[in-house]
Structures are given as structure tokens and as C-alpha cells.
Nanobody
């Protein structure tokens, strides 16, 4: 059973940057796809970005490459999400997730293991 713990969230102002981390234990994740999702108040959980075991990355339009960047450090068994130029609409609980294998999709159902989530609030 893998445990995922997110950190790095908080309250920031518009235009600020944050780096979220997701530390994994209980399983070596180098052979698994990982992803970030978020759930804004009153909305469904949505895909933000994913990184395959190969390092290939995919971003949702909401996270537009250049504003968000997903990365992983397999030596630390940790997933990251660098978020720049934050906007109020980025306010959400952010979740990291692990897929079933080296390739996973962009749906919530493609990821069986989840962290508890961390709050990011962007104030104007």
C-alpha cells in the first residue's frame, strides 16, 4: 500500500509561485505514472498534469505549460508541481495520485492511489 503526502500549499497573492511536493512511501514509484489533480470549491476533481514513468508530461489547458510544471525525482520517490503566475481560479485542494503502471490517462478513475490533498488559496 502506497502512502502519498502532499506539502507546499498555502495562502498566496495573485502572481505568486508555489511548489507542491508529494512524498511517497511503501512503494518505489519510478515505474509508475503520477499526476496532479485539483478540486475547486463546488466543482468536480479535475486533471492538472501527469508525468509518465518515461518522463513524458501532459498538461491540462487549465495548467498551461509555462505556468505549471510537473516533475519527479525518483531518487527521492517524490512528485512535484511548480505553479507560477497563480490566479484566484487556481484556488483548490490539490491531490497527487499514482497510476496502475508506467502509463496512465487523465481521468480520476485511472489513478487508484491518492494523497489526502493540500489547500492552495490565491487571494486577489
Amino acid at each position: 500500500q502506497v502512502q502519498l503526502v502532499e506539502s507546499g500549499g498555502g495562502l498566496v497573492q495573485v502572481g505568486s509561485s508555489l511548489r507542491l511536493s508529494c512524498a511517497a512511501s511503501g512503494r518505489t514509484l519510478s515505474n509508475y505514472a503520477m499526476a496532479w489533480f485539483r478540486r475547486a470549491p463546488g466543482k468536480e476533481r479535475e486533471f492538472v498534469a501527469r508525468i509518465m514513468a518515461s518522463g513524458e508530461v501532459t498538461y491540462a489547458p487549465v495548467s498551461v505549460p509555462g505556468r505549471f510544471a510537473i516533475s519527479r525525482d525518483n531518487t527521492k520517490n517524490t512528485l512535484y508541481l511548480q505553479m507560477n503566475s497563480l490566479k484566484p481560479e487556481d484556488t483548490a485542494v490539490y491531490y497527487c495520485a499514482v497510476g496502475n503502471g508506467p502509463y496512465s490517462g487523465t481521468r480520476v478513475s485511472d489513478y487508484p492511489d491518492w494523497g489526502q490533498g493540500i489547500q492552495v488559496t490565491v487571494s486577489s
